[in-house]
């Protein structure tokens, strides 16, 4: 069997002396990987690097294989970050949260538009560490809905209103209003204002810096450790770079 697809690179690893598995994020696909002969040779290498855009064909000749991929270069955004650790940073972190929470062989066509949504910004924007923070706390909370763990922000879930939304509970994932939530918020999980407002712009490195802990509390809780990992290295040290802006 065979598909022909448009895939964002996630990772690359070695196989062998210069052969190397690929893994990508498609738009039909979802997360796929392949095995490709001479991948991580001097022709082929640059090719394979985090957040490019690939055409890549895959072939096996059953389905449960590992299969195969030919890829060509569509585009890649790294021009525009060579040099900026902190882009590469945040591009690090983005791609191995969408490996790690996301099955292989299923369509989430929401997550692949999110995540070439985020490569954009990180690519064209004269942004920081908290903007793109943001950005990921957003594509992560697509990510939980699209794997059935979706947080309901949109009011409180002891009144019932929709204004003042401040916590979120760890249990059921529901926001609560500040004045239902005042006497427990040390066991409540911060909501911060841009996830509701949708002002990313107005977020500070406090609010992105609590946005990732709460979504990274439901990853972890739902998926990370369901599937015997924790929080990838990657995100772990790009939140160090927000939680140093905001010190």
């Avoid at 062998?16 to 039909?28: H, K, P, Q, S």
């Avoid at 299923?106 to 910004?121: K, N, Q, Y």
Wanted: charged residues 20%; negative net charge.
């Amino acid at each position: 069997m065979e598909w022909q697809d448009e895939g964002i690179v996630l990772s690359a690893s070695r196989m062998g002396e210069a052969d190397a598995v690929l893994e990508v994020m498609t738009r039909a696909h979802g997360r796929a990987r392949g095995f490709i002969k001479g991948g991580l040779g001097r022709r082929n290498r640059a090719n394979l690097q985090v957040g490019n855009r690939l055409s890549v064909k895959w072939y096996a000749r059953l389905e449960a294989n590992l299969g195969r991929f030919t890829v060509e270069l569509i585009h890649s955004p790294l021009g525009q970050m060579m040099g900026e650790g902190a882009r590469i940073s945040a591009l690090s972190a983005i791609a191995t949260v969408v490996a790690s929470t996301l099955p292989e062989r299923e369509t989430h066509v929401s997550v692949f538009e999110g995540l070439e949504a985020v490569i954009e910004l990180l690519e064209h924007s004269e942004g920081s560490a908290v903007d793109w923070g943001g950005a990921l706390v957003r594509l992560e909370m697509v990510i939980l809905a699209e794997l059935g763990y979706g947080l309901d922000l949109t009011r409180c879930a002891v009144t019932g209103e929709a204004d003042d939304l401040a916590f979120v509970s760890p249990k059921t994932g529901r926001a609560v209003s500040i004045e239902a939530g005042g006497p427990y918020k040390v066991k409540l999980l911060a909501l911060p204002a841009f996830l509701t407002s949708g002002r990313l712009s107005d977020a500070s490195a406090d609010d992105v810096l609590n946005g990732l802990m709460l979504t990274g509390y439901f990853l972890e809780r739902n998926v990370w450790t369901v599937r015997g990992g924790g929080q990838p290295a990657a995100r772990e040290r790009f939140m160090g770079s927000v939680q140093r802006l905001s010190a």
